[in-house]
């Protein structure tokens, strides 16, 4: 979830985007079952994600992204929720592999690659999937964006910092991919050291200023967004929008 581009990032994630989408395999739907057991054992309800618990089970974890590495979605064998839920599972156990590669690490920022201001942790390279190498920036914004134009997906894409949506405590399925991604959004939304809502005045994320296009389609804007999920509350349409301060602290567990 890299956030601040530069020029240089910007072309190469444009000139990118369709090569890393369109790889060719024979692969078969893949199951998430160790994954969502991992998340149920070592993620709180807050969202917070017990690193060392996952060390401690990382023989687990290496199962299952040694899983997604033998099996490349495709639009052949694949229902577009199947590879939509993968692309997500995905981005969010290989965030996990790298917090633990370098852990402990105040925040992932902390983690350094390649030349500053130009690349950062969402360009190293090391998800191999099938024939292919990725980084956090491919997935998220050569495929995951471009291809299902789901905003949803900025509430389930975890970036390992106090203010990202939380790592939820289990896995996405396609069966349950809808109804998944509705509740990331409600409970993101929803949550007042996320967002705070009011009639005249909300002050959000900055996650819908970082990606705000992808939140108004059809003419739509940021409180329209908004008030599909907003709980108890009917944002005015003329209200002010302020955004909140980005945490980009580790969402370790307090120990």
Request: hydrophobic letters at 35%; aromatic letters at 12%; a negative charge.
């Amino acid at each position: 979830m890299k956030i601040t581009f530069s020029v240089l990032s910007i072309t190469f994630l444009l000139l990118t985007a369709c090569k890393v989408s369109d790889y060719s395999s024979d692969s078969k739907p893949v199951e998430h079952s160790i994954w969502d057991s991992l998340l149920q054992k070592h993620v709180t309800e807050e969202g917070l994600v017990d690193y060392q618990g996952f060390m401690q089970d990382s023989a687990r974890l290496n199962e299952y992204l040694q899983l997604l590495s033998k099996h490349h979605p495709n639009d052949k064998n694949w229902s577009r929720d199947e590879r939509l839920a993968y692309w997500i599972n995905a981005y969010n156990a290989f965030t996990v592999q790298l917090i633990l590669r370098n852990y402990p690490v105040g925040s992932i920022k902390d983690i350094k690659n390649g030349i500053p201001f130009v690349n950062t942790v969402w360009d190293i390279k090391f998800i191999n999937i099938e024939e292919r190498t990725y980084d956090l920036n491919n997935i998220e914004h050569g495929i995951i964006r471009p291809k299902f134009e789901e905003p949803r997906i900025h509430f389930a894409l975890n970036c390992a910092a106090r203010s990202c949506p939380k790592l939820q405590d289990f896995a996405y399925t396609a069966d349950q991919l809808d109804q998944q991604l509705d509740q990331s959004a409600r409970e993101f939304i929803n949550t007042e050291e996320k967002n705070v809502l009011g009639e005249d005045r909300v002050k959000v994320s900055k996650l819908f200023d970082w990606y705000g296009g992808d939140f108004k389609e059809d003419g739509r804007s940021i409180v329209d967004y908004l008030n599909q999920y907003a709980a108890g509350i009917e944002i005015n349409e003329d209200a002010e929008v302020d955004y909140m301060e980005y945490s980009w602290a580790l969402n370790d567990v307090e120990r």
